[in-house]
Every structure is written in C-alpha cells, then in structure tokens.
C-alpha cells in the first residue's frame, strides 16, 4: 500500500488492453459502464502489435514472394524481388499502425479512459499504477484481468542478440540466409514457414516426437512435405542445450538420441511457449485464487474468487487465442452488468496454424472421439474435387466432419487446404447451434467456391456424396 495517497474511485477498471482487454472495455462501455483501461505498453497488446497481426502480414509476404519464384500452371512468368525494407514499412504502417490507431478510435468513441502505467493490485479493492511521472491509486467497483502472456525463455537460451522470440523475430534487419526454430508448435512453424517462402534455410528443433502439436498427423502431412519439399529441416525428438554466438552466426547445441549435435544459422528464434503474466499483477495482495502454471482459476463468468474481479484470456486456463480472450471480455463485461446470458458455455473453440497450407480445427477431433468413446463417424471431401480449388491451383488438402451416428448432429471439423481459417467458422456456427450434416446439405452453396467443398462434406456424411 502506497502511505499517504488518496485512491480515484472508478468503476470497472481493465488491466491491459489486447483483444481480450480492449474488446471488454467497449462492450462494458456500451453496457452503460463506467471504464477505466490500463496499458503498460501500446494499445492493442501483443496480439495486434507483435503478435497475431505483424505475423500474418509477413506469412502473407512470404506467399507472395515465393509465388513469384517458382513456376506456375497459368502461363505467367514472375521473377519478383523482394525489398525488405518496404515490406516491414508495409507491415509496421499500414497494418499494425492502422489496426491500432482504429481500437485507440473506437475506445475514444466509447469515452474509455486510457492510463498509461503498469498496474498492481495492492488489495481487493485498490490498484496502484505506476507511470513514468509517478504513480496512482485506483479504488474499483469491478476489475477485468487482461493482462496477457510472455514467450517462456530458456535459461540456457537466453534472449538477445542473434538469439530472438517471437517478437524479435519479426523485425529481423534482413531475411537470414539461416534461421533456427526453437520449438515445431504454431508459432515456429507459421513463422519458419514464412521465412521459408522468404528465401532462407529454416531448421527446426523440436522436442516432442511431431510438430504442429494439436493437430493430427494426417492434417499435418501435406504441410510438413511442402516445408521439407522447399529445403526445410525439422530434428524431433531433441532437446536443446545452449547455444553460443558471434556477430555474425549463432551455433545452437541439441540431443538426440543421447549424441549431441551443433547447427549453426543467422539467427536463432525460441519459440517454446507462453507464460501468464499474473506473476506481474501483486495478486498475491489479494484473494484472487491462482492455480498451475499461473493461470486464475475463474467459473464460466470469467468471475474469480473474489466476486468484483474477473480474468481473461491467456492468464486463465485454455488454448491462448485471441478469439478466446475477445469471447470472454464479452462474458466477463455482461456478467458485470447482470446480463442473464453472461456465461462462457461454448461448444466449440477453432483454432487455425497460418502455414503453407492453412490448417483448422473445431469441436470434437478423431483423437478425442476416441477418448471419449463417442458414438460418432468421420466423413471427408477432398479440395482436389472442388471446382474452385482447382480454379486457384489449390487442390491440396480436404475437409472433415464428425457427425454423431444416430443423429447426425456436428460434433468436429477440421480443415486443411485453401482459406481453412475463414471456411473453419460456418462449421464452428454449425457446432454451436446444433445443427446437422443434413442441415448443411440441404443449405445452397454458391458455384464455385471453396465453401461448396464444406456442402459436399456433409452430403458424404449424409451417405449422398455427389462428387466423390
């Protein structure tokens, strides 16, 4: 407690301000709230700063860039160079600067206060807020924790220099002739992948025995021989030592097998994983129960074990998504004002990889229809019989549908293949509301578009299947 300060009593106050933080505080504000949001960094947190947005832009350079290298079936010639300078002006300006400047906007319409400061709860009732010209006491009616997570560091990995996380490795100074990945999850291999397009080596080190862990093998297939096909590397199964650098190359050490081996590349990106930030918050000052791995133990409200103070998004249990966290500031903003439908009771959680070949995934999988021994059947329809996909020389990949065998009812998709991470939506809507493979069957898609490969899964389900 800061001796001698007066608190401002405010209302629902909001610890940062990423897709969970800043969706909460409009949403509250649009419910009649009076709302106080607190950001330590930029607006708009990792997700559209450092995180989910400069990534795409520059996985969406990489397909461009490498479009234009290699042959293609159109009767075009290309020879594309690319100008690194221009492309992270691009990303920084017109994308992340943009989207950022829009949320700043539209909490400015929502009459949103913005403190700039790092937040601390001092009790249950009060946050102290340090800013670079002092600091302040906030007394709230209700708080919403949004405060996010960190890439997890290695201790014999250390950041810095050619050693980088996920956010480092976005501003790179040049395309590497060789870049190091640290861990074969989503994030190392969307943006190994990218930089794969981009021109350089890409080796990936992984210490589980697949990478892409969370999607299955048959979905992975296509994704991991394109990668290797374009001079990639991947090493499973090894576990990473250290790693030493120069000013020019850095050498990682890893085990396999229990024989060590040395790589050496430009840079070296760990990606590893991402821990909550609820060790920054001072919650061990108040009742907030905190549970394995740091996570705040909330009900389907996103309501913690103090009944004023709520928590969202990486800092409570589930996959860290930015749809997630956006979903439950909605929740925890209703549950605030009393909203009877306040309630986290979702069915489905999509959740997309953003490489070569888009991979997506809702509901039940095969693997967990096996865990749970579910009374259900797989139906799939491959892109390579959709009229469009063959349109855009992108036939790879298929859809699946789980379906419950007595009534039909969507449990599970998965996609891989072209716009997987748009397409993957109507079928988590399908999930959500209890629809049927007929359901969707008997729903006309437009001719041709890739959605129609969606309408031609669940006809394979119905046992109809036309064009298979």
């Not at 865990?371 to 009229?387: Q, R, W």
Request: glycine share 12%; aromatic share 4%; net charge negative.
């Amino acid at each position: 407690m800061v001796v001698g300060a007066e608190a401002t009593d405010v209302g629902t106050v909001i610890i940062g301000s990423g897709p969970g933080g800043y969706v909460a505080a409009i949403r509250a504000a649009e419910l009649g709230q009076d709302v106080t949001l607190i950001e330590r960094d930029d607006i708009g947190g990792v997700c559209l700063n450092i995180g989910c947005i400069p990534s795409k832009a520059l996985i969406n350079v990489g397909h461009h860039y490498r479009d234009s290298q290699e042959e293609n079936p159109f009767g075009l010639s290309m020879t594309g160079k690319l100008d690194w300078d221009k492309a992270q002006d691009w990303k920084q300006h017109k994308v992340v600067d943009q989207l950022t400047g829009g949320v700043a906007m539209l909490l400015k319409k929502h009459h949103v206060q913005i403190i700039k400061g790092k937040a601390t709860f001092n009790d249950n009732e009060t946050l102290n807020v340090v800013q670079e010209d002092g600091h302040q006491l906030l007394r709230f009616e209700n708080a919403i924790v949004a405060a996010g997570s960190r890439p997890v560091e290695i201790p014999s990995l250390k950041f810095g220099g050619r050693i980088v996380d996920s956010t480092g490795v976005l501003s790179l100074p040049e395309v590497p002739e060789h870049l190091i990945v640290v861990g074969g999850g989503v994030i190392g291999s969307e943006l190994g992948g990218a930089y794969s397009n981009l021109g350089s080596k890409v080796t990936i080190v992984e210490g589980l025995d697949h990478t892409l862990n969370g999607f299955d093998k048959e979905m992975t297939k296509p994704v991991l021989n394109d990668f290797k096909k374009h001079g990639g590397e991947i090493v499973t199964s090894a576990m990473a030592k250290g790693a030493t650098q120069t000013d020019k190359d850095v050498t990682l050490t890893y085990e396999v097998d229990g024989k060590e081996q040395t790589v050496t590349g430009d840079y070296l990106l760990v990606s590893v994983g991402r821990r909550a930030n609820s060790d920054t918050l001072g919650l061990n000052n108040t009742d907030v129960k905190v549970g394995d791995h740091g996570l705040i133990e909330v009900d389907n409200q996103m309501k913690t074990s103090v009944s004023h103070i709520y928590a969202i998004g990486d800092i409570v249990a589930g996959p860290a998504l930015a749809h997630k966290a956006s979903f439950e500031g909605k929740v925890a903003a209703a549950a605030i004002s009393g909203a009877s439908n306040a309630h986290d009771l979702h069915y489905s959680l999509p959740a997309v990889a953003y490489t070569q070949y888009e991979l997506a995934t809702t509901g039940e999988t095969p693997e967990s229809v096996k865990a749970k021994d579910l009374n259900a059947k797989i139906s799939k329809f491959p892109f390579a019989g959709n009229g469009r996909a063959l349109a855009m020389d992108a036939g790879v990949g298929f859809i699946r549908l789980i379906t419950d065998k007595d009534s039909n009812a969507m449990l599970g998709a998965q996609i891989v293949g072209p716009s997987a991470s748009d397409l993957i939506s109507e079928l988590s809507l399908a999930i959500e509301n209890g629809l049927t493979s007929e359901d969707i069957s008997l729903t006309i898609h437009p001719h041709p578009t890739l959605g129609e490969a969606i309408m031609d899964a669940a006809e394979v389900a119905d046992g109809l299947g036309i064009h298979v």
